[in-house]
């Protein structure tokens, strides 16, 4: 490989979440390991890799100037937004008036729904549900309405759009907000699905805000599908969001971006976005993404592709070797949401023992239940694969035998 995905750096004291919060009070992070073990960070969705070299190149040739006033967006940033959607998703048509900037994907979720509802309102949403949507709609006032993703009988996560078609009608919604691909559960739709989505929506005349911050973040054998590119009433109907901080693990900097095609929405989204006068622009977070969305990140990313590809074999090879373990394979994101409802009766274990029985020997893995998922846990598998193979030892030695 042309870049470095074997070391994992020193975090410790270094401003990272994934990795000083382990052990905190309040609840949220995992628990501190017991004497002699070290804790992996397997749990809030950043990565432990080196950085791409391009990003700090940039940000550092940037920071060499001697001025850091009031700045104009440049071109190359646009530019570089419209480049990276045609070679990775294949978009066509994308214009500067397209793309606006925002400091994050839940604040471009926030702005597009207030917007579009009252507060108070109902919106439609899939569980199991990433936990920044549930705390971004109910800090604002919106009342989430869930429809549940069903399993086929190959075990593929589904829409089902008999309940969603239900719920919608019985709370009177208008506006979805979608994943894709999906977080916890690592869907990458397929253009059927979203053709089947769009005639749902055009049905009942709702309009969908997209989180596609994982789109880069795809397994072998699947291609993420804008959804606005599947029909012409998603194009028209979407607004949605994207950034380069999930793929490049930028999210210490801020920055994300929507992309609307539907004029009168773009322009009640910039409106919105605007009026806490703190969506700006953060002129190294700019460069960053530059640097990032180059030829070389390009290469960088199929790499990392790689190498979460792998290791995501050696999550699903693992549980299906724990008796009671269930195990839909993701098809995109760096996560696996494995579902422990046979194995903790079978073994009379709660969720909270099991949770802690993991964190106990450094395996610093996340609660499903602040995603929707009852008896699921959360585990992230960016970071070196001699990493992730240490952590399954450790669960096969120590918690399942």
């Known amino acids: 490989m042309k870049f470095d995905f074997t070391t994992k750096p020193d975090r410790a004291g270094m401003d990272a979440l994934a990795v000083d919060a382990i052990g905190a009070p309040g609840g949220f992070a995992p628990g501190a390991p017991d004497e002699g073990f070290t804790a992996i960070p397997m749990w809030v969705a950043d990565m432990n890799f080196v950085s791409f070299p ?197 999210a210490g900097l801020i920055g994300s971006y929507h992309i609307i095609y539907n004029k009168r929405l773009r322009e009640r989204v910039i409106k919105e976005s605007s009026l806490c006068h703190y969506n700006d622009m953060n002129v190294l977070s700019m460069h960053a993404l530059i640097g990032a969305y180059s030829e070389e990140g390009m290469e960088w990313t199929d790499e990392l592709r790689s190498v979460i590809n792998d290791n995501v074999e050696l999550g699903v090879r693992f549980f299906e070797g724990v008796p009671g373990v269930t195990l839909s394979p993701p098809q995109g994101t760096y996560m696996i949401f494995p579902d422990f409802t046979e194995w903790c009766r079978e073994k009379s274990v709660t969720m909270d023992e099991l949770e802690k029985a993991c964190w106990k020997v450094g395996v610093a893995l996340q609660d499903g239940r602040m995603f929707h998922g009852e008896h699921n846990l959360r585990i992230n598998l960016a970071l070196p694969t001699a990493h992730v193979k240490e952590a399954f030892d450790r669960l096969d030695k120590y918690v399942f035998k």
């Open 54 to 250: 391009g990003i700090q190149k940039a940000v550092i040739e940037r920071a060499k100037h001697p001025a850091f006033g009031y700045f104009v967006p440049r071109k190359e940033y646009y530019d570089s937004i419209i480049n990276w959607q045609a070679v990775r998703n294949g978009v066509a048509g994308l214009t500067r008036d397209d793309i606006g900037y925002e400091n994050g994907v839940l604040g471009g979720v926030v702005s597009t729904l207030n917007v579009l509802c009252s507060r108070g309102d109902n919106v439609l949403l899939h569980s199991p549900t990433y936990i920044g949507f549930t705390g971004a709609l109910i800090n604002n006032g919106y009342k989430i309405v869930h429809s549940p993703l069903v399993k086929d009988r190959d075990g593929v996560f589904r829409m089902d759009f008999s309940d969603m078609e239900k719920k919608v009608t019985e709370n009177k919604i208008h506006v979805m907000v979608f994943c894709s691909p999906h977080n916890p559960v690592g869907r990458v739709w397929e253009r059927s699905e979203l053709e089947e989505l769009s005639a749902f929506c055009e049905k009942h005349d709702i309009t969908v805000i997209s989180d596609e911050i994982w789109s880069d973040i795809i397994l072998s054998g699947y291609r993420h599908i804008p959804v606005q590119s599947a029909t012409e009433y998603l194009h028209e109907n979407t607004a949605a969001m994207y950034a380069p901080s999930k793929t490049f693990n930028l």
